[in-house]
């Protein structure tokens, strides 16, 4: 391979009557350059979302929830909390209860997710708590015996509601629909605090009751429709959460936080596999230079190609110096497109150069984060790219016949 890497570095070096190959090689570098620091930014930036929706949906709800199969709730509430918080990586339970119903303020109605719990024992299974950006943490009663409400500040705000303000809550649950008059479970709620997850679905449609008060406003007795566990690791929560369903039995089923939103995970996961399919076309375009570039060259170095073959270089040595060549390319496009994608990561990590609104994606700029095997991954793809490109001119170049090239000459 001595020959042909010497060979494939001389074509490579610029020469004023070859000036325009070397602009076409620059062009090359270049493509793949681009092509490189778009996925490597592309890729930070949507690993850089999907961390960030993690973080949201893990702060907002528990790492597990327990529910019943028959929907009928949970009445032995003691026993079952006592036998999830014996199990192991389980760090702390606490009943809830879900239902929708409908709410209505001095000016506006609407329909929503009310949620029962208790604040005593909620603030060691989700970060509610830290999550109030106006008023306070505090469902029960007030000073004036009223019971007490926590809206998401988009809700709050379609409802027009402030803290102090007084809300209507509305359950048809036990309700005979066919019967020809309906009269709905009503109870008043003051607003004690609004709370700002960053999740959208949370904020606009969500609010917060005692667990007593939501017992009573859905007609469940002394039931609850399940439980919220923090365990000591969330990426490990399906595991956990496994364990915990054969420990229960039926009808009680676990499931972690990522099952309940996968549907949102897949369509992140697709989307990056999309804008990375579609961001390789970009290194397919500087391919298609690299094959421009060694065509044209071996039209130039014919003559060399002849004398080489001549001298008694092998077929395989002729086709080695343009695979080399349009390799060197590629390794050269690659590095430097890897060192300017990392570059724009840190500098948007470090410095945020690109702000987001934060009323529209709770987040004031884009986040990055950058993955090795993304990396590893990108300059893969473009070392393959490059390489295939460089085959069909090498292996024409090695097919030239020395006679002929002589005789026209």
């Known amino acids: 391979m001595g020959y042909s890497l010497f060979i494939a570095r001389r074509y490579l070096r610029s020469r004023q009557k070859e000036g325009f190959i070397s602009i076409i090689t620059l062009i090359a570098i270049l493509g793949i350059t681009v092509g490189v620091a778009a996925l490597t930014f592309a890729l930070a930036m949507m690993n850089g979302f999907e961390s960030t929706v993690k973080e949201r949906i893990v702060n907002t709800t528990a790492h597990v929830s327990i529910f019943d199969a028959f929907s009928e709730g949970i009445d032995n509430i003691a026993e079952v909390e006592s036998t999830i918080v014996a199990q192991p990586h389980v760090l702390a339970a606490a009943p809830f209860i879900l239902y929708k119903a409908a709410i209505s303020s001095a000016t506006e109605n609407d329909g929503l997710v009310v949620r029962g719990i208790l604040p005593e024992k909620e603030q060691y299974v989700t970060r509610l708590k830290e999550a109030i950006v106006y008023g306070q943490y505090a469902l029960g009663r007030d000073s004036l015996e009223r019971r007490q409400i926590l809206l998401g500040v988009t809700l709050a705000e379609r409802l027009d509601a402030d803290i102090g303000d007084e809300v209507f809550l509305f359950s048809m649950r ?127 170095k014919r003559k060399d190609i002849a004398i080489l073959k001549a001298m008694g270089a092998a077929t395989k040595g002729i086709t080695r110096i343009f695979i080399i060549e349009g390799t060197l390319i590629g390794v050269f496009g690659t590095v430097l497109g890897t060192g300017v994608g990392l570059l724009l990561c840190w500098l948007q990590h470090t410095f945020d150069l690109i702000p987001l609104p934060a009323e529209i994606y709770f987040i004031d700029s884009l986040p990055i984060v950058v993955q090795a095997p993304d990396v590893l991954l990108i300059a893969g793809v473009s070392l393959v790219i490059s390489f295939l490109a460089t085959i069909y001119p090498a292996r024409r170049a090695a097919k030239l016949y020395p006679v002929e090239i002589f005789r026209l000459e």
């Open 174 to 300: 036990g309700q005979d629909l066919g019967a020809m008059t309906l009269s709905p479970k009503v109870m008043k709620f003051v607003v004690s605090g609004m709370f700002e997850t960053g999740m959208y679905e949370y904020d606009a449609n969500l609010c917060y009751i005692h667990l007593t008060d939501a017992q009573n406003l859905f007609l469940l007795g002394d039931r609850v429709t399940g439980f919220q566990v923090m365990t000591d690791d969330w990426e490990t929560a399906g595991e956990t959460a496994h364990q915990l369903e054969e420990a229960l039995g039926p009808p009680l089923f676990a499931t972690d936080w990522m099952r309940m939103h996968k549907s949102l995970f897949s369509w992140m996961k697709l989307e990056k596999y999309a804008l990375f399919l579609a961001l390789c076309l970009i290194v397919a375009v500087a391919a298609f230079n690299i094959i421009s570039m060694l065509i044209m060259i071996v039209i130039d």
